[in-house]
């Protein structure tokens, strides 16, 4: 049973940093496209980062040059780490994890089969 557990979330100041997890189990992340989104308080959940098995990243304009996303095969584990934070960044970040063997990355919710049940993230002014 494939299973997505985040965290790393949190309250912090404008222009401070977190770093989010993403524990996976029932699957390797070797073999998995992986990406991150995010739901604001009234918006709609879009895609944030987004990693091919290849290493290959994708981001969104908005989080370009401030957020990483990486991760650790050999701990089954995804990261995204967010530096000089916005209020605007604030959110639910969600991770999801693709059809194994697929080459792409994306920031489209329909590619992704699994879900996890998001950690929050605050940031303020």
């Known amino acids: 049973q494939v299973q997505l557990v985040e965290s790393g979330g949190g309250s912090v100041q404008a222009g401070g940093s977190l770093r989010l997890s993403c524990t996976a189990s029932?699957?390797?992340?070797?073999?998995?496209?992986m990406g991150w989104f995010r739901q604001g308080p009234g918006k709609e959940r879009e895609g944030v980062a987004s990693?091919?098995?290849?290493?290959?990243?994708a981001y969104v304009g908005s989080v370009k040059g401030r957020f990483t996303i990486s991760k650790d095969n050999a701990k089954n584990t995804l990261f995204l780490q967010m530096n000089s934070l916005k209020p605007e960044d604030t959110a639910m970040y969600y991770c999801?994890?693709?059809?194994?063997?697929?080459?792409?990355?994306?920031?489209?919710?329909?590619?992704?089969?699994?879900w996890g049940q998001g950690t929050q993230v605050t940031v303020s002014s």
């Open positions: 990693i091919g098995i290849s290493g290959n990243t």
């Open positions: 029932g699957y390797s992340t070797r073999r998995w496209p």
């Open positions: 999801a994890a693709g059809p194994p063997g697929q080459q792409w990355t994306s920031l489209d919710e329909p590619h992704y089969d699994y």
